[in-house]
């Protein structure tokens, strides 16, 4: 295949870290669903329905302002290991690639502006998907990408538009504003101090609903949720980011306060477990995706509080992607079962703290390394 | 144990709460913690529309969804469809099962009424109705944005409306 390489570095810019509450917020995303008038749904569209979705959205792309120079990736020109990429980078759905094993779901494709995120989603479950995913806590932000891309392609696309219930999509739970925005949440010190249950009732008290890492259904990995809107209608969307934006700065708060209490309180169950997990990730030679998250999840903390000085965030926001199995196969150039899978994270990973470690000694003084036993008179 | 609300069904969900500095515990029936907005399942993947889905199912013989056996004349979708996939076929279908919809999205979104953007590119395309439906509904939103103090939507819709009505 001549693009054997089509997928490269894309749409995954928001690995670099940083961004507002970086400490304690991955990644924030933002989409809105919207359908196209005289189309059936994806569940009733045929292929040729598919095929002319996908011509008009192409043809109103040309000539857009709102997106630099973006790509159109059609998921029937990848293989199953480059549309598997894609998932693992959280650019695409499930739905979207269909099952990778199998031939892709003609018609669906997804446009991104290069190595952001911004882009669509072109017959997924609803025809469009406007998108985009940023670094740290940005909700405001996410939503004007989005809402100036939507905007744009709603002057010329005819919109699936109803005068009372707003934006039309094939389940209800998204008509309306078709708006979802969800925040990917790091939240290890409400774990530990076993105060995670009420934050998420709290949650789901208040029109939020959460999940796992990978989205409806998934299991919670590594102590990352991720929190998003649950309702879509009768609010406007400036609304519905304002409120989410209120609860994540609260829980954020909550966050906070269990690190600086289990800090104060059990300083040294803290060090030790940060500590046993960069033992582990540094020297294991097998390592399953789960465990691998849930020691990252360690990390992390350790990092934040000071306890850690290497690896940077941004490497362990990178292992996360890329020691995955799509992305270890891309490197090891062929496909791999479980238990070589397991191998080649931990080489993977050992490689990658190795080389922080490598970069902070040589750029600071000698004690700053082996992170985190000196941490007595850091607090 | 019968649930305190209903006083009908068995309990299954057993809430405490502190309120006034009191502590209560509230034992309620999973429909009756639905309506209270009570998660009824703690863990993940709380899934208002399955939800719904399973106690549509439950109630069929009595919903009024269950005796609609008409399919959506345009894409085909019947009821029995949606119920079983949670999905509409086309958008023909929001007008086809508009009344039975509307109930669903109060239970789902609390409102039926769309409050957000406008899509001003399809202001004679709009799904549904008439000019006296539209204008009845650009002025609950006009209303809506003065109340959020959006001044700038609110031209808009005024726009609009002025527009529909010199129509007439």
Not at chain 1, 138 to 166: K, N
Not at chain 1, 293 to 320: D, Q
Request: with cysteine; aromatic share 4%.
């Amino acid at each position: 295949m001549e693009d054997a390489d089509a997928v490269r570095d894309r749409g995954i810019d928001w690995l670099a870290g940083g961004g507002p509450d970086h400490e304690v917020v991955l990644s924030t995303r933002v989409r809105v669903a919207r359908n196209l008038q005289g189309f059936p749904f994806s569940i009733r569209a045929g292929v040729d329905d598919r095929r002319r979705v996908l011509a008009r959205v192409q043809s109103a792309l040309e000539g857009g302002t709102s997106l630099v120079e973006p790509e159109l990736l059609e998921m029937e020109s990848l293989d199953s290991g480059q549309r598997r990429l894609l998932l693992e980078r959280h650019l695409v759905s499930r739905d979207l690639i269909g099952n990778p094993d199998e031939v892709a779901p003609p018609g669906a494709a997804l446009v991104l502006e290069g190595r952001r995120a911004l882009g669509l989603m072109i017959n997924e479950e609803d025809h469009l998907r406007v998108q985009t995913l940023l670094n740290g806590l940005q909700l405001v932000q996410a939503w004007q990408e989005v809402s100036r891309l939507d905007e744009e392609l709603g002057g010329r696309l005819p919109y699936a538009f109803h005068h009372e219930f707003g934006f039309l999509t094939s389940c209800p739970t998204n008509v309306g504003t078709g708006l979802r925005a969800s925040v990917l949440i790091h939240l290890p010190g409400l774990v530990l101090t076993k105060e995670i249950r009420k934050v998420l009732q709290g949650i789901s008290q208040v029109g939020l609903t959460y999940r796992g890492l990978y989205g409806e259904g998934s299991e919670v990995v590594g102590n990352f949720f991720q929190i998003s809107n649950q309702t879509t209608l009768g609010k406007t969307e400036e609304e519905l980011i304002d409120h989410l934006a209120r609860i994540v700065g609260q829980v954020i708060q909550y966050e906070k306060q269990a690190r600086a209490i289990l800090l104060r309180e059990a300083p040294t169950v803290l060090e030790d477990k940060v500590g046993r997990a960069y033992g582990i990730l540094s020297h294991a030679y097998t390592l399953p995706f789960d465990e691998m998250m849930n020691l990252i999840s360690g990390l992390r903390l350790g990092l934040t509080l000071k306890l850690l000085r290497t690896p940077r965030v941004e490497t362990l926001n990178r292992v996360m992607i890329f020691g995955q199995t799509a992305h270890l196969e891309r490197m090891a150039g062929r496909s791999l079962d479980d238990a070589d899978a397991d191998v080649h994270r931990a080489a993977f990973v050992r490689r990658a703290l190795a080389e922080d470690e490598e970069a902070a000694r040589s750029a600071g003084p000698e004690r700053d390394l082996p992170a985190g036993t000196d941490g007595d008179d850091e607090r | 144990m019968r649930c305190d609300n209903c006083g009908e069904r068995e309990a299954e969900i057993h809430l405490t709460q502190i309120v006034d500095s009191e502590l209560t515990t509230l034992h309620l029936c999973s429909e009756c913690a639905g309506e209270k907005g009570v998660p009824t399942q703690v863990g993940l993947g709380s899934a208002p529309l399955t939800d719904f889905l399973a106690q549509m199912e439950k109630g069929a013989t009595d919903s009024a969804l269950a005796v609609e056996s008409e399919a959506c004349p345009y894409c085909g979708t019947t009821a029995a469809d949606f119920r079983r996939t949670g999905r509409l076929g086309c958008s023909q279908c929001w007008a086809h099962f508009e009344p039975k919809l509307r109930s669903l999205l109060r239970r789902i979104h609390g409102s039926t009424q769309h409050v957000g953007k406008l899509y001003l590119g399809a202001a004679e395309e709009e799904i549904g109705v008439g000019a006296d439906a539209r204008i009845g509904t650009l002025r609950r939103r006009l209303e809506r944005a003065i109340e959020l103090e959006d001044f700038e939507t609110a031209a808009d819709l005024r726009d609009r409306i002025h527009e529909l009505e010199s129509v007439e």
